[in-house]
């Protein structure tokens, strides 16, 4: 059942046993596991079924930091940021969960092995198939080419994609599930706290139109994404001035992200040769694509101790790869052009000593193909990188998130190392030869980085509350009755993209809940 909480009348306050306060990704799939069964399910989303700008507004923070593009990485509606994903799916690997001391304090209290079994479930929900993602059961199953490289040395990785949005895929489940009820356009301005109690009693809801309702629950869930989830237990500070799971002063801190930096060309020793392995989406079951990416093997990133590093591969036909063909290129159009060429003894210069490729370039019927690493790499937990509350407040009285993007010295060594690794293994394999494009000096690490949109760490995962928001359970440490979904318990990211991994620790939240409930 859906409700328009701005038609809501009464001031009685909705009782339920689970409150999920947010409708996406974590949200929805706590709701289709927990739909059906003998309990009460209650979901509040801020938006409708549709982007609302006034309801989107709500999403506006304050840059600190870093440019940061807050508010386009964002959808406040059902269905949450999966309206509009790219459905890039992949496991963490193994090395993250583990213990790292050259990053930090980054170790997950869980295995890979522990969430293998979730990860499965959650292949169900996005629709994506086969749970698999090696070589043999994907790429090499579709006799696709792939790049000649040792695979102890820089190895190929598979990511798959399904860009499911959840809201319109499951709208009709949530509906007829017979025990959840979610009410739209629902915005909780407070978590809160027994005075004396360590648990939860209920969460205030208001509506941009003016209405203000409570949900009184056995459980809470805060599902609503790693900016929002920081940002309102910080503003749920009526008993605890820190705010709700701050004692520690960690709620906010290690805010990650992925840093996507492109940086370094491939230029082939074959001018044709084409992988579409990396380059294109390729289907490899109805509605389910896969597509290949480089990444250094987790023993290469242990001996180098450097965060986790993966490149997508994206191919262009371009001759700016070669100074002597880019000289001759520019002789040319200032001849055509009937001027004189400008630096006319440097380009030739540039021809005689490297006449090769002009030469096969005269022949060619298109430029050579050229392969651009668009780095897609882990960010290492940062306790000063972080989500604060700020002094402006919006159209409900909330103060606005801060955001204090900040990467370090080993985030630009880690790529730096990949790309001297790489670059090695091109020439070694005679695959071509590599130009690795970071400046020496930058007034800013890695200037030119940006995100890809994946907020992880302000409520992060650990069993000492000295060192985590959240338990190995999502639960809350010292609110027994307060749970975190989604990627900001992540204590460390990878290079995956975390929807999938979002999804699989929603299922196992869900089995938690069950259990406390006798469900």
Same mark, same amino acid.
Request: aromatic share 8%.
């Given at each position: 059942?859906?409700?328009?909480?701005?038609?809501?009348?009464?001031?009685?306050?909705?009782?339920?046993?689970?409150?999920?306060?947010?409708?996406?990704?974590?949200?929805?799939?706590?709701?289709?596991?927990?739909?059906?069964?003998?309990?009460?399910?209650?979901?509040?989303?801020?938006?409708?079924?549709?982007?609302?700008?006034?309801?989107? #507004?709500?999403?506006? &923070?304050?840059?600190? %930091? *870093?440019?940061?593009? @807050?508010? !386009?990485?964002?959808?406040?509606?059902?269905? /949450?940021?999966?309206?509009?994903?790219?459905?890039?799916?992949?496991?963490?690997?193994?090395?993250?969960?583990?213990?790292?001391?050259?990053?930090?304090?980054?170790?997950?209290?869980?295995?890979?092995?522990?969430?293998?079994?979730?990860?499965?479930?959650?292949?169900?929900?996005?629709?994506?198939?086969?749970?698999?993602?090696?070589?043999?059961?994907?790429?090499?199953?579709?006799?696709?080419?792939?790049?000649?490289?040792?695979?102890?040395?820089?190895?190929?990785?598979?990511?798959?994609?399904?860009?499911?949005?959840?809201?319109?895929?499951?709208?009709?489940?949530?509906?007829?599930?017979?025990?959840?009820?979610?009410?739209?356009?629902?915005?909780?301005?407070?978590?809160?706290?027994?005075?004396?109690?360590?648990?939860?009693? #209920?969460?205030?809801? &208001?509506?941009?139109? %003016? *209405?203000?309702?409570? @949900?009184? !629950?056995?459980?809470?869930?805060?599902?609503? /994404?790693?900016?929002?989830?920081?940002?309102?237990?910080?503003?749920?500070?009526?008993?605890?001035?820190?705010?709700?799971?701050?004692?520690?002063?960690?709620?906010?801190?290690?805010?990650?992200?992925?840093?996507?930096?492109?940086?370094?060309?491939?230029?082939?020793?074959?001018?044709?040769?084409?992988?579409?392995?990396?380059?294109?989406?390729?289907?490899?079951?109805?509605?389910?694509?896969?597509?290949?990416?480089?990444?250094?093997?987790?023993?290469?990133?242990?001996?180098?101790?450097?965060?986790?590093?993966?490149?997508?591969?994206?191919?262009?036909?371009?001759?700016?790869?070669?100074?002597?063909?880019?000289?001759?290129?520019?002789?040319?159009?200032?001849?055509?052009?009937?001027?004189?060429?400008?630096?006319?003894?440097?380009?030739?210069?540039?021809?005689?000593?490297?006449?090769?490729?002009?030469?096969?370039?005269?022949?060619?019927?298109?430029?050579?193909?050229?392969?651009?690493?668009?780095?897609?790499?882990?960010?290492?937990?940062?306790?000063?990188?972080?989500?604060?509350?700020?002094?402006?407040?919006?159209?409900?009285?909330?103060?606005?998130?801060?955001?204090?993007?900040?990467?370090?010295?080993?985030?630009?060594?880690?790529?730096?190392?990949?790309?001297?690794?790489?670059?090695?293994?091109?020439?070694?394999?005679?695959?071509?030869?590599?130009?690795?494009?970071?400046?020496?000096?930058?007034?800013?690490?890695?200037?030119?980085?940006?995100?890809?949109?994946?907020?992880?760490?302000?409520?992060?995962?650990?069993?000492?509350?000295?060192?985590?928001?959240?338990?190995?359970?999502?639960?809350?440490?010292?609110?027994?009755?307060?749970?975190?979904?989604?990627?900001?318990?992540?204590?460390?990211?990878?290079?995956?993209?975390?929807?999938?991994?979002?999804?699989?620790?929603?299922?196992?939240?869900?089995?938690?809940?069950?259990?406390?409930?006798?469900?």
């Amino acid at each position: 059942m859906y409700i328009d909480s701005r038609q809501l009348d009464s001031k009685t306050p909705i009782e339920t046993d689970v409150c999920v306060i947010g409708g996406g990704a974590a949200g929805i799939t706590l709701a289709l596991e927990l739909a059906g069964r003998r309990l009460r399910v209650c979901v509040l989303e801020s938006g409708g079924f549709f982007r609302d700008p006034q309801t989107h #507004d709500l999403n506006a &923070a304050v840059n600190v %930091g *870093r440019p940061y593009p @807050v508010a !386009a990485t964002r959808l406040r509606y059902f269905g /949450g940021t999966t309206n509009h994903w790219g459905g890039h799916c992949a496991p963490i690997r193994s090395l993250n969960f583990e213990e790292r001391p050259w990053i930090g304090d980054a170790a997950w209290p869980l295995t890979r092995a522990e969430l293998e079994p979730y990860y499965a479930r959650a292949h169900r929900v996005l629709r994506l198939g086969e749970y698999a993602y090696g070589l043999d059961n994907t790429v090499r199953k579709m006799r696709m080419s792939l790049l000649p490289f040792d695979p102890k040395r820089v190895e190929t990785v598979v990511s798959r994609y399904n860009p499911l949005r959840m809201g319109r895929e499951y709208r009709r489940a949530v509906d007829e599930s017979g025990n959840v009820t979610t009410y739209l356009y629902a915005n909780v301005t407070s978590i809160n706290r027994h005075r004396v109690s360590n648990y939860v009693t #209920d969460v205030s809801v &208001a509506t941009l139109s %003016g *209405r203000s309702f409570t @949900v009184r !629950a056995r459980y809470f869930v805060l599902a609503t /994404g790693g900016i929002e989830n920081a940002r309102i237990l910080l503003a749920s500070n009526r008993i605890q001035a820190a705010g709700l799971g701050n004692g520690h002063d960690l709620v906010g801190r290690y805010f990650m992200e992925h840093i996507w930096y492109t940086s370094g060309l491939i230029l082939a020793a074959d001018p044709d040769v084409d992988l579409p392995a990396y380059s294109r989406l390729r289907a490899i079951e109805p509605g389910v694509g896969v597509r290949c990416h480089i990444a250094l093997p987790e023993a290469i990133v242990r001996q180098q101790q450097i965060p986790d590093f993966r490149a997508e591969v994206l191919v262009r036909r371009s001759d700016a790869f070669h100074d002597s063909v880019q000289s001759a290129s520019a002789i040319r159009d200032d001849l055509a052009k009937l001027d004189f060429p400008d630096r006319f003894v440097g380009h030739l210069a540039n021809i005689i000593k490297n006449p090769a490729p002009v030469v096969k370039r005269l022949w060619a019927d298109q430029p050579p193909l050229l392969y651009v690493l668009a780095n897609h790499v882990e960010q290492i937990p940062n306790r000063d990188s972080r989500i604060a509350l700020s002094t402006e407040r919006d159209a409900l009285g909330l103060p606005r998130a801060t955001v204090d993007w900040r990467l370090s010295p080993l985030d630009r060594l880690g790529i730096v190392k990949a790309h001297r690794l790489i670059a090695a293994e091109v020439g070694r394999s005679r695959f071509g030869r590599m130009r690795i494009e970071i400046p020496d000096h930058e007034e800013r690490i890695l200037d030119q980085a940006s995100a890809g949109a994946h907020h992880m760490g302000t409520t992060r995962m650990h069993r000492d509350p000295r060192r985590g928001v959240v338990d190995p359970d999502c639960r809350v440490h010292g609110l027994p009755n307060l749970f975190v979904a989604g990627s900001s318990v992540f204590p460390s990211g990878g290079y995956s993209n975390p929807t999938l991994t979002i999804v699989a620790l929603a299922i196992r939240m869900a089995d938690r809940l069950k259990e406390l409930l006798k469900a």
